[in-house]
């Protein structure tokens, strides 16, 4: 098999040759096809769920039922928006997108260890898709929220099978990202260049693959999880119904040893596109390399350990509190690490402000701000006042909705001259970023002031008082949703008709071997391992 | 419908307020939320007083950590643009740097978990000595009701009054509204214990600094003392989806003066006197329904 594929390589190395029409896509094995299709799949999946958000915040803009008169239509809008953006948006674009296109680049191999296998990721998640948009229209949908805690999620609660459909979706999405981080790992720990030791990877590389490992040990918990549920709806089983032995807390550990990973999942590649980006436009090397890269894998580690910090409110006995607010502490220390190395990097640097290090930056500042009210969440104490607030929304927005699409946004921006081969308009990019910036910060920081006020999450209308920041909340959406609309734009201009771009565009700082290739990246590249100069490469270890 | 410029004036100054820290309970004498509040509701019980205690002194840690990275990234913009510094440095390593910026997180996360550890401590069980009464509280789809079990197994419902029967004349306040109000005793430390007939629900009274899930097949427990002087009514909301009408499942407890709720409690008696043996006769009533269908 391995002497026939490598036959089939070489009568077509030189010229560049690949299929044609329909095939070159839904049969691809080509690691850069096929993080296009994923990168292609999140804008999608992101349009739908950024339509969810609008319209969240179109009937949150003032008190009383502007236009969304079934609530449970809302709720299954709520639900819908989590999906999507958490297993279609954030996970393809990062994972699927940049890893696929960018790990064998920067490791130097021909393509993904298991090429075949990578297809198959792809279209189970597509398949996913569907089955998710599907489960909104069958039967009032699953509005449940995307935690689906039973008993709501249950057969009593949600009777008919939107919450099956989104269930089996959730299977399929979770068995695309279990293989495809099979095939990351096995790429990364197989596949590097030459020369190319742990301690010389480029931190995006090390990102990815505590992030596969992470996926590898949290999805199965899921899944786990999720096939109780399943028997619980259609078989009679009682895993999570107090009335035959189960227990709904069962599910909610469950739920979030896959959940809490989940969200470093999320950030972790955003990390690693960051420092990457921040390297290149300080044209410098990472300051504390190898505290960056273990600073992830602790990150990584701690975060399978502090999962009940969600679940605060269950009614825990207080050591058991007191252990996960100790634990999830600990985890400031490697991020605090991070923002300070970052912060070095840039320090004596010759800062370019393009696009993508705006990005960059901007990401560093919110992800703090984010950051910090993690630690206020962190002290079960507090968190009493703060659970199921939109201070937690405003939370975990920051960190994901905000620093997460920063990172998307920052990878897109950097690497979209590799991909496609043309140069984004900078002056449109930079009031991108700054539109976007601005919107951001507009809809989410008001709606910490809503969770001290105590307004709950996940409900249509709201008490009166709480309209001033709502109203602004939403002007915020408004504002983000047309730096949104004009990212989309920017990229589609770019592609058709941006200006040509050389094979490293910026300049001394881009020392990843991705910038060694021609731009657009050749449909094959690295057919033979590249050359790794001691300093060309990646950051030194000294 | 709602006016929302009719809000704004009158409020602003309210919500700057909030903003400040000056929560005062003359403003507040419903203890709902305010317009344009930024801030926590006043507390009403020694918890809700230590978790804003504690929370002040972690807005100031954050906001200072914030303000300090914020102040080195303007220093970068300033210092080390391509401009201003053309010929970058190849630094990549200071032991002495990277030592401190993991120790002195260490240190500050010592300083957070002493307070921490004992709000939590303090917040978790009154004293069994001290519980004077027990107040049971279980989540429905949607409503709740309460029982008292030292007044004669006393129990009602509590429902949301709609929209169009709120009187704003009468001080009502919409969503935040029930037919049956809890009366509680002030100066009395009550044991709260929660469960759900049905699926999660949670009962969150903000100026209590409660929050607990009601969990089926579970019994959770907190505890309330409300001191003389904040006697009043508080509200709060579901705080855990529960379906569709989850919005619409308000709390309103009214701390009264002790003779007052002892009062109340006869009068109650009296009204709800058909409820007193609730359980069997819910059950009957789940009988005759399923009859009838």
């Given at each position: 098999m391995s002497d026939l594929t490598s036959v089939d390589n070489s009568a077509h190395d030189h010229h560049d040759h690949k299929p044609t029409g329909w095939r070159r896509w839904a049969y691809s094995t080509n690691h850069k096809d096929i993080g296009t299709m994923y990168i292609f799949l999140a804008m999608i999946a992101g349009l739908l769920g950024m339509a969810a958000s609008m319209a969240i915040r179109a009937e949150l803009a003032l008190p009383e039922i502007q236009f969304i008169t079934d609530s449970q239509f809302y709720n299954v809008l709520v639900t819908a928006h989590g999906f999507l953006m958490v297993f279609f948006v954030v996970m393809p674009a990062l994972i699927g997108g940049f890893g696929n296109w960018f790990i064998p680049l920067m490791v130097g191999a021909p393509d993904m260890a298991f090429p075949r296998m990578n297809n198959i990721s792809f279209w189970l998640l597509a398949a996913a898709l569907v089955l998710l948009v599907l489960s909104g229209f069958v039967q009032g949908g699953a509005g449940t929220g995307w935690t689906a805690y039973p008993p709501l999620s249950n057969a009593d609660y949600h009777p008919g099978p939107a919450v099956d459909f989104a269930i089996l979706s959730l299977h399929l999405a979770g068995a695309s990202s279990i293989l495809g981080a099979i095939n990351f790992i096995t790429t990364i720990l197989n596949m590097r260049t030459p020369g190319m030791s742990f301690h010389k990877m480029p931190l995006f590389i090390w990102a990815s693959l505590v992030t596969a490992f992470l996926l590898l040990l949290a999805l199965p918990v899921l899944a786990g999880a999720l096939t109780m549920l399943l028997t619980d709806r259609n078989?009679?089983?009682?895993?999570?119904e107090a009335s035959g032995g189960g227990d709904p807390i069962f599910w909610q550990h469950l739920f979030w040893f896959f959940g809490h990973p989940e969200v470093y999942i999320m950030i972790l590649p955003a990390f690693g596109i960051v420092s990457e980006v921040v390297s290149t436009f300080s044209k410098k090397p990472i300051f504390g390399y190898l505290g960056m890269a273990y600073a992830m894998a602790g990150i990584g580690v701690v975060g399978f350990v502090v999962w009940a910090h969600h679940m605060f409110t269950v009614g825990f006995n207080v050591e058991t509190r007191a252990y996960f607010v100790l634990a999830t502490m600990v985890i400031a220390v490697p991020t605090g690490i991070k923002i300070f190395s970052w912060l070095a990097t840039m320090w004596g640097g010759s800062i370019e402000f393009k696009t993508p290090m705006l990005y960059a930056m901007g990401f560093i500042f919110l992800f703090v701000v984010g950051g910090v009210t993690g630690i206020t969440l962190a002290n079960a104490g507090v968190d009493m006042a703060f659970h199921d607030t939109y201070f937690v929304i405003a939370h975990f927005h920051y960190v994901l909705s905000i620093a997460t699409i920063f990172g998307i946004f920052c990878g897109v921006f950097y690497w979209l001259p590799k991909m496609c081969g043309n140069m984004y308009n900078e002056t449109l990019g930079k009031w991108q970023f700054w539109i976007t910036f601005i919107g951001v910060n507009i809809l989410f920081f008001p709606q910490h002031f809503l969770g001290m006020a105590g307004m709950p999450r996940r409900i249509p209308d709201y008490p009166d008082a709480y309209a001033g920041w709502n109203l602004i909340s939403s002007f915020g959406a408004l504002i983000s949703l047309v730096g949104a609309l004009m990212f989309i734009y920017i990229v589609w201009v770019t592609i058709r008709s941006g200006e040509r771009a050389p094979a490293n565009p910026w300049g001394e700082g881009a020392t990843t071997l991705e910038w060694t290739v021609d731009s657009p990246a050749p449909f094959h590249t690295h057919e033979q391992a590249p050359e790794l100069e001691p300093k060309s490469a990646t950051q030194p270890a000294e | 419908m709602f006016d929302f410029f009719r809000l704004k004036a009158s409020t602003l100054s309210l919500g700057l307020c909030f903003w400040l820290g000056f929560s005062s309970n003359s403003v507040v004498a419903q203890n709902g939320p305010q317009p344009w509040q930024m801030n926590f509701r006043p507390a009403a019980t020694p918890v809700m007083e230590d978790i804003v205690s504690f929370h002040n002194l972690l807005l100031i840690i954050e906001v200072l950590i914030v303000l300090f990275v914020l102040g080195l990234m303007v220093y970068i913009v300033i210092k080390f643009n391509a401009k201003a510094n053309p010929v970058p440095t190849k630094t990549t390593h200071n032991s002495f740097l990277e030592v401190m910026w993991t120790v002195i997180p260490i240190v500050i996360l010592v300083v957070i978990a002493v307070p921490s550890m004992k709000l939590l401590y303090f917040m978790d069980k009154a004293p069994k000595d001290k519980v004077e009464m027990t107040l049971k509280v279980i989540g429905h789809q949607w409503y709740w009701s309460y029982e008292?079990?030292?007044?004669?197994?006393?129990a009602f419902d509590s429902n949301l009054i709609p929209d169009e029967e709120i009187d704003v004349s009468k001080g009502q306040i919409r969503l935040l509204e029930v037919d049956n109000r809890v009366a509680i005793p002030v100066d009395t430390t009550i044991r709260v214990i929660m469960t759900s007939d049905d699926v999660l629900h949670n009962w969150a009274i903000p100026a209590f600094g409660i929050k607990m899930d009601t969990v089926p097949g579970r019994i959770n427990e907190a505890w309330i003392r409300v001191p003389a002087e904040k006697a009043g009514v508080y509200r709060g909301q579901c705080s855990e989806l529960c379906g569709v009408n989850h919005g619409y499942m308000p709390i309103v407890i009214d701390a009264m003066p002790k003779q007052e709720f002892a009062k109340w409690l006869e009068r109650a008696k009296k009204e709800f006197a058909s409820n007193a043996r609730q359980v069997d006769l819910a059950q009957t009533k789940i009988t005759i329904d399923t009859m009838v269908d």
């Open positions: 078989f009679g089983t009682t895993f999570f | 008292y079990p030292d007044a004669g197994n006393l």
